[in-house]
């Protein structure tokens, strides 16, 4: 995974003081951009990923040679339609596709950072990636946009800076991380924890990695992303490339291939310590306990306008902690829509091709900026 | 465009905050964000209605009126407007109730189960009226809490609010309904529009 002079990366020199009392400075901010940004610097959208994504949003990513991960709502024509609006997105601080993150050196010891790395917040992540608009020039972006974890940056941008976007999409997301999310979140760390490669996270300098356990973390992680029906209806009690059951602990059944088979490929463009920082990120994640329990307080000086939107089989973000956001923001006369989408293919449902998601998303974006609200 | 929406729009002053509770597929909403540059809102419970409105650039929220405006502080909005849906709902008291806590005003039109084609049908046929205004069965109606104009301004006096201005419409023709005429417009209205107040 050393295929990385190709990521556009900016350095950020100005201090940031992350939640934790640490400051830092100079760290990079990697990033990618669709599109192309207008004479009036008017039609800019920041795209915010979630736990596992990075900023290569569409088309091929150059890294791990996939589709990016939300290619179906970005490109040319698209919901998010690159032919119109210049599109940004970066990789998150704690990641490891570029931005400053546990994987890399740090200057004092010259040693990888590994688990000295500070523990990082949604909150710090969206102050790291603000940089991004004085770099561009651009005074007020059209739009914040993001799914999961991306969808809690975009409450949080909204929150710090309420004039910086003329309209908000969060999606399938949370105001607070729920015990049920830090408890899969936690899961998954102690599944790490408990691979002997990790090595109380200093892998990187025994020339290892904690593959077993990343996986193990990817799996159960998985689940979360999908609907009991959705796994039902594609799996089934159907068996992997066998005509019986072979009475041992192999993969016999699809589901189990199929989750072995998305553990394998997640820790060749994963790192294990990184996971463990955004996880942790996203538990710390509570706008309610920021503004004393007054969720309406986080957006009391904004006049962007929302787009909530929530999925029926996501259990891992339901409608409800979705129409939380929304009364929040009906509570102080905001200008909030909201739908539910019918799909049953879970929390994942946002990055798939769910045709009354892509249309809602695209209808709400192309109108608003038809609009030209301010 | 339903004939009554030319009306709502005349009791509604312009450049005012509306609700549209049941905003079915924005057409009301469009209309009145054109003629009297409103800043409106839409509830709606059909998810397919919904992207309708989105696809028409209207800021809509998936949701039953009888639970969902109780997120709206009191008096949020200069008017809330319930086309034709009053009679759907399991307990008009709380929704009218709610309409004028959270809107300073409240129009509501109710198609009127007085109407003289109403009242014939049920006496000759002996069965549960369909006119064009409510065609479905007994069994599959979506409304179950019919009333008629008298009812609507009696039910003013029992859970008390205010009867601002109440018109009748005629074959598309509106016309005031009052004290003197209440018996008449009762016969003949097919819909009653009422602007009201606490």
Known sequence: MNIKQNIKTLIVEKPLKLDCGQTINNFPLAYETYGSLNNEKDNAILVFHALTGDQFVTGINPVTKKDGWWSYAVGSGKSIDTDKYFVICANVIGGCMGSFGPSHENPKTKKIYGTDFPVITINDMVNAQINLLDFFGIKKLFSVVGGSMGGMQVLQFISNYPDKAKTAVPIACTSSHSAQNIAFNELGRQAIAADHNWSEGNYNSKNIVPDKGLAVARMAAHITYLSKKGLQEKFGRKLQERDDLKFGFDADFQIESYLRYQGSVFVDRFDANSYLYITRAMDYFDLVKQFNGNLSDAFKNTRAKFFIISFTSDWLYPTQENKDIVIALNAIGANVGFVEIESDKGHDSFLLNVPDFLKALKNFLDKSYAEKIS | ?198
């Open chain 2, 1 to 198: 465009m339903k004939p009554e929406y030319k009306i709502i729009s005349n009791l509604i002053e312009k450049n005012a905050k509306v609700l549209d509770v049941g905003c079915d597929d924005g057409t009301l909403m469009e209309f009145l964000k054109t003629n009297k540059n409103v800043n409106i809102r839409g509830i709606e419970i059909s998810k397919e209605k919904v992207q309708t409105c989105i696809a028409k650039g209207l800021t809509v929220i998936e949701g039953n009126a009888e639970f969902d405006l109780k997120q709206f502080p009191n008096d949020s909005f200069e008017y809330v407007v319930l086309g034709q849906t009053l009679q759907a709902f399991i307990n008009p008291e709380i929704v009218i109730k709610e309409l004028l806590r959270v809107g300073k005003k409240a129009i509501v039109t109710i198609p009127n189960f007085g109407h003289w084609k109403v009242r014939l049908n049920l006496l000759f046929k002996g069965t549960m009226p369909i006119t064009n205004s409510l065609p479905h069965n007994w069994y599959n109606t979506p409304n179950i809490h019919m009333c008629t104009i008298k009812d609507f301004v009696r039910f003013s006096k029992i859970i008390n609010f205010k009867i601002f201005k109440s018109l009748a419409l005629i074959n598309e023709n509106v016309s005031d309904i009052n004290n003197s005429n209440l018996i008449f417009k009762n016969l003949f209205g097919e819909l009653g529009i009422f602007l009201i107040e606490k």
